[in-house]
């Protein structure tokens, strides 16, 4: 197979892999391998220790025996430009190029560990159907991983088409929006097209990313920006709005109007990895507010002074808003500290130290009650 018959490529593009995100960043990085004779590619797709990459010389399948570390963060994945032997049975990948963004989330398992679902990605498109009521605390979940990983989030409510009525649909944006500060909030509807030219002039630029839970019309929407059926897509329940796995894995695809679109299985679980930032950033407001309380250490509980809890009993910020931030933020620290000694040190002080505060507030409390 030829690389003018891939999709996305073009014979006036400068760059047989211009179509992909090839870009001159991107060449300077990758000039000492060309210097010893190695291909340049991305990765499309990865599987059982092999991945299929694009190269300017056309796709092939390369082993990734050589680039495979104990860190579940520093494997070959979907999205990463690699270094590849430009010959041999098998091919090998022999190193990645330096990432520039990286989707991580973490896994289910007990051992506390990484996963990298997506690497060099510009924005991040999160599916959320309108098939089903809205969670807006797993949004913002989702928006913590995307802001954490370098990557500009992009929120798509899918189905637009269950909800005819546009001053329902605009209250359901206006939701989003306010658990969304700074993101783009696009309903789309796959079937009729609407708002599909907003997503696709969007994710036009660059790499995206399409993350949600199954049964979010994620496989019907990269079907729709593709122009064609290359995403299987299988029905959803009536009852819950869920559906099955229809992507297995996680593929790479050149768009026709030009930018590619990474698609990814259903996300069951969504697990913070090391997202301070990327939480503090959704609960942007929250931050701004606490550079009001009176103490700077506020931890926004039941301090005097406090500039957020203020906002709560005013209205200006929604109690739930306040409750999710607090959620997010104790699981990041739960994860980080399960992987870093000395953070678990600091929070184990903390503990003792508030600890000692509210076992001291009693006493005096106990001594002014005795005391009248």
């Not at 070959?76 to 990286?102: H, I, K, Q, S």
Request: glycine content about 10%; some cysteine.
């Amino acid at each position: 197979m030829s690389f003018s018959s891939l999709p996305g490529s073009s014979s006036s593009t400068s760059h047989p892999l211009e179509p992909y995100g090839w870009d001159a960043g991107w060449e300077a990085e990758f000039a000492p391998y060309e210097a010893e004779g190695l291909l340049a590619g991305r990765v499309v797709r990865v599987d059982r220790g092999q991945c299929d990459v694009v190269t300017a010389d056309g796709p092939l399948r390369a082993d990734t025996a050589f680039v495979t570390p104990h860190d579940p963060l520093r494997v070959v994945c979907t999205g990463d430009w690699v270094a590849v032997e430009p010959g041999g049975n098998p091919r090998y990948v022999r190193t990645y190029l330096p990432r520039r963004t990286a989707f991580v989330r973490s896994t289910s398992s007990q051992r506390s560990e990484g996963q990298i679902l997506a690497a060099n990605v510009d924005h991040a498109v999160i599916a959320v159907s309108l098939a089903v009521e809205l969670d807006l605390g797993r949004i913002e979940r989702f928006l913590a991983l995307a802001w954490e990983s370098g990557a500009q989030p992009v929120v798509v409510l899918t189905k637009a088409d269950l909800v005819p009525d546009p001053v329902t649909l605009s209250y359901l944006v206006q939701d989003v929006e306010t658990s969304a500060p700074g993101v783009a909030v696009v309903p789309v509807s796959s079937l009729g097209g609407e708002g599909l030219d907003t997503l696709a002039a969007i994710v036009g630029g660059g790499t995206s990313v399409l993350l949600g839970q199954s049964g979010a019309g994620k496989s019907t929407l990269a079907n729709a920006l593709l122009g064609e059926d290359v995403m299987d897509v299988r029905a959803t329940r009536d009852v819950d709005g869920k559906g099955r796995h229809t992507t297995t894995t996680r593929n790479l695809l050149a768009l026709p109007g030009g930018g590619v679109l990474i698609d990814t299985p259903g996300l069951r679980g969504v697990g913070l990895w090391d997202a301070e930032t990327g939480v503090g950033q959704v609960f942007s407001e929250i931050a701004e507010l606490a550079e009001r309380c009176r103490f700077h250490d506020c931890a926004h509980e039941a301090e005097p002074g406090c500039a957020v809890l203020a906002a709560v009993d005013t209205g200006e910020l929604p109690e739930r808003r306040l409750q999710s931030y607090r959620k997010l933020q104790r699981e990041n620290q739960r994860i980080v500290a399960k992987t870093d000694a000395r953070l678990r040190a600091e929070i184990r002080r903390d503990w003792k130290r508030k600890g000692a505060m509210g076992k001291a507030a009693m006493e005096a409390k106990r001594g002014a009650h005795w005391r009248s």
